[in-house]
């Protein structure tokens, strides 16, 4: 019971959909890991990552404009189309990432991470959550 918790709320503070702030995970005098917004007063608190992925683009195909013939409207439309294509690579490298990722979770069992400035091993439960965590950040956010 105390892992589903613990596996549901990890994976509700670290949803796309909550990600808008920093979030901070402890553990009480009890034993029971927390996770807010604010980090309680004489706590050692882990700040987990909150890195937003870029915007993703809608499925529809961008309306090519009419071509006016005047200088601005074509200034308009190079800078449209560079921005286009920057957020797009921006995209392309998070989902490698993202995936680079994920291959590490599934195929090494002994994964490390650092925390506060101390290496810590994840347990199995944990590489699990963060397998889930990753294959739904790529459903959500790459092709």
Same mark, same amino acid.
């Given at each position: 019971m105390r892992s589903t918790i613990l596996a549901s709320g990890l994976l509700f503070a670290l949803s796309s959909s909550v990600m808008a702030g920093q979030i901070y995970k402890w553990v009480d005098a009890q034993g029971i890991t927390h996770? !807010?917004?604010?980090?309680?007063?004489?706590q050692t608190v882990e700040t987990l990552n909150?890195?937003?992925?870029?915007?993703?683009?809608?499925?529809?195909?961008?309306?090519?404009?009419?071509?006016? !013939?005047?200088?601005?409207?074509?200034?308009?439309?190079?800078q449209v189309k560079k921005q286009v294509a920057e957020e797009n690579a921006r995209r392309q490298q998070y989902c490698t990432t993202l995936r680079t990722n994920l291959a590490q979770l599934q195929n090494n069992p002994r994964v490390r991470v650092e925390e506060q400035g101390e290496v810590r091993r994840l347990d199995e439960e944990?590489?699990?959550?963060?397998?889930?965590?990753?294959?739904q950040k790529i459903a959500e956010t790459c092709d």
């Open positions: 996770f !807010g917004a604010q980090p309680p007063q004489g909150t890195a937003a992925p870029p915007p993703r683009q809608s499925a529809a195909a961008p309306v090519e404009a009419e071509t006016t !013939g005047e200088p601005e409207q074509q200034d308009i439309e190079r944990e590489r699990q959550a963060r397998i889930l965590e990753t294959r």
